[in-house]
């Protein structure tokens, strides 16, 4: 090259699969959201797509035959229905450690997040920040960071309330998978509730 700038047509590089239909398009959007976020309101999908309402209307549509309406304390939701299986459902608590930005926190209307009243501070202090969270079975508990200042590496988890013994496990296994993924050791400490 001699310094100046070149442009080509992208389909000239690469074969590029057909424009999909308008239509089929949302109806893909709209359904790997509600398998992401599921169950959602229409303006939960409307707030985290930012499509026209037009288009929200009919991504949502398309959902029909696919989702059942679930209340929820946001009002009517919807939820992929799941396939049927063999397996008995599994009575286990779900307990994540989500890093800070995680799209789980981005992906409901304001009002709707699952974050309790009053804690909203916590996991959104300001100047775009969002910490990490400790999510129980979809709700955020609390929020915790990676400390390296230590001798050996810390999980610090700053609950909102109080935990039992069954989250305080789930929150010691999330933390020792992130030592395994850092590989390095790791020592959880659960503070007291802010």
Known sequence: MDGTNAYDRLDS???????????????TLARRYLAAYGP???ADFA???GLYAKDV???WASLADDARELETDAGEA???????????PTESLSVRL???YDTYLLGYEKEHRPVPDGYESHVWPGSAI????VVVDGRV????RLDRSRKTMGIDVTPFESLDESILKGVEREATDVGRFLDESVECRVLRPD
């Open 13 to 27: 590089w690469v074969d590029l699969d057909p424009t999909p239909d308008h239509d089929d398009a949302l109806a």
């Open 40 to 42: 959602a309101t229409r």
């Open 47 to 49: 707030a985290w797509s």
């Open 57 to 59: 209307k009919t991504a």
């Open 78 to 88: 919807l939820m992929l229905e799941q396939a049927d299986s063999d397996d008995p």
């Open 98 to 100: 989500l890093p800070g």
């Open 130 to 133: 969002i910490r990490p969270t």
């Open 141 to 144: 508990v609390g929020t915790w």
